[in-house]
């Protein structure tokens, strides 16, 4: 039996935390066993009419404030559209344990929801699905389950910046450490894993420390928040469904730095690698989420390519406008 994409509550548009031209509404869920859930999308319109739209969905302790993001696409007639999902950002309620999901599923229904916002109350016929590092991951499951469904999606394209699509470290710790992961994660899925931040990425982006960007700390700690045994249970299975090979039924973007390393003090490493993923597993898997997949590294890049310094974000700019105006345009 096939499911039709799920439908939610929507608020009315309302300025968002970012001001005008940015609206938000929010999207009222289900309730979990935390309590009231809820997603929250954002729209900044392009200045004239549009069938076109970008669906964008961030990382892990992350949410939307990439402001320029938004508007190259609106220069180039998307509306843009961004989707800080249930326990992450402006849907982070005092009650619930941020970013805790047991499965990467319980996100679809807000993306299901964004999705029909897009296409059905404002009309779009024409989406790219954007995602960042495990938004990357969520989004690429989101489409190829949806794909077997009586409403499929019908994407344009998809552009994944450092998806996160498989475990850091070796082999061995790969292996040992995932089967460790998901029996703790079945049994007692919100014990604490015991990790040491030393914060470097959020510093070598925050306007306040090493970087040139503004976003509120609350929504994106500088150290990360604590991760949960059961959250991460959730991503290996995703891996694992990943590595099995994915459909996402449309041509695909995957960008990243060109290398990883893993500095012990902020200095120039922090801002011209991926010091949160390993570029060698993105290379990797790539292929394993379609057909069609295009690859680029971008030389001196961060994890959040579109956060880079200046040269390496120009270059990772033309790369989305070459794959652009040859796939999907």
Same mark, same amino acid.
């Given at each position: 039996?096939?499911?039709?994409?799920?439908?939610?509550?929507?608020?009315? *548009?309302? $300025?968002?935390? *970012?001001?005008?031209?940015?609206?938000?509404?929010?999207?009222?869920? !289900?309730?979990?066993?935390?309590?009231?859930?809820?997603?929250?999308?954002? =729209?900044?319109? @392009?200045?004239? +009419?549009?069938?076109?739209?970008?669906?964008?969905?961030?990382?892990?302790?992350?949410?939307?404030?990439?402001?320029?993001?938004?508007?190259?696409?609106?220069?180039?007639?998307?509306?843009?559209?961004?989707?800080?999902?249930?326990?992450?950002?402006?849907?982070?309620?005092?009650?619930?344990? !941020?970013?805790?999901?047991?499965?990467?599923?319980?996100?679809?229904?807000?993306?299901?929801?964004?999705? *029909?916002? /897009?296409?059905?109350?404002?009309?779009?016929?024409? /989406?790219?699905?954007?995602?960042? %590092?495990?938004?990357?991951?969520?989004?690429?499951?989101?489409?190829?389950?949806?794909?077997?469904?009586?409403? $499929?999606?019908?994407?344009?394209?998809?552009?994944?910046?450092? $998806?996160?699509?498989?475990?850091?470290?070796?082999?061995?710790?790969?292996?040992?450490?995932?089967?460790?992961?998901?029996?703790?994660? @079945?049994?007692? +899925?919100?014990? *604490?894993? !015991?990790?040491?931040?030393?914060?470097?990425?959020?510093?070598?982006?925050?306007?306040?420390?090493?970087?040139?960007?503004?976003?509120?700390?609350?929504?994106?700690?500088?150290?990360?928040? $604590?991760?949960?045994?059961?959250?991460?249970?959730?991503?290996?299975?995703?891996?694992?469904?990943?590595?099995?090979?994915?459909?996402?039924?449309?041509?695909?973007?995957?960008?990243?730095? %060109?290398?990883?390393?893993?500095?012990?003090?902020?200095?120039?490493?922090?801002? %011209?690698?991926?010091?949160?993923?390993?570029?060698?597993?993105?290379?990797?898997? @790539?292929?394993?989420?379609?057909?069609? =997949?295009?690859?680029?590294?971008?030389?001196?890049?961060?994890?959040?390519?579109?956060?880079? #310094?200046?040269? !390496?974000?120009?270059?990772?700019?033309?790369? #989305?406008?070459?794959?652009?105006?040859?796939? /999907?345009?």
């Amino acid at each position: 039996m096939t499911t039709r994409l799920s439908r939610s509550v929507f608020d009315e *548009l309302v $300025p968002d935390v *970012l001001g005008e031209p940015y609206l938000a509404e929010t999207i009222t869920l !289900p309730p979990d066993d935390e309590g009231a859930v809820v997603a929250t999308l954002v =729209v900044r319109r @392009a200045t004239e +009419p549009t069938g076109r739209a970008v669906l964008h969905v961030h990382g892990f302790c992350d949410y939307f404030f990439q402001t320029a993001y938004a508007e190259w696409w609106n220069e180039r007639g998307y509306d843009f559209y961004a989707l800080d999902l249930r326990k992450y950002g402006r849907s982070l309620r005092p009650h619930q344990t !941020p970013n805790y999901v047991t499965d990467l599923r319980e996100h679809f229904p807000e993306l299901d929801s964004a999705y *029909l916002r /897009v296409t059905g109350r404002d009309g779009h016929d024409h /989406v790219v699905i954007s995602a960042h %590092s495990t938004g990357g991951l969520i989004v690429s499951l989101w489409a190829n389950e949806r794909r077997s469904q009586d409403r $499929p999606l019908d994407l344009a394209g998809m552009v994944l910046n450092s $998806p996160w699509l498989d475990m850091q470290g070796g082999a061995f710790v790969r292996g040992l450490g995932t089967s460790v992961v998901k029996q703790v994660g @079945a049994r007692r +899925p919100k014990r *604490l894993i !015991p990790r040491t931040i030393e914060g470097h990425y959020g510093r070598s982006l925050h306007a306040d420390h090493a970087g040139e960007w503004t976003f509120n700390t609350d929504w994106k700690p500088l150290d990360s928040f $604590p991760v949960t045994f059961g959250w991460l249970r959730a991503i290996r299975l995703g891996h694992d469904e990943l590595h099995r090979g994915l459909d996402v039924g449309c041509p695909v973007l995957v960008l990243s730095s %060109s290398g990883t390393r893993w500095p012990k003090e902020m200095g120039p490493d922090a801002h %011209s690698y991926d010091i949160v993923l390993e570029v060698p597993q993105i290379r990797q898997w @790539a292929t394993a989420l379609g057909s069609h =997949v295009t690859y680029a590294a971008i030389e001196g890049a961060r994890h959040d390519v579109i956060l880079s #310094l200046p040269e !390496p974000r120009e270059k990772a700019y033309a790369e #989305l406008h070459r794959w652009m105006s040859t796939y /999907v345009d």
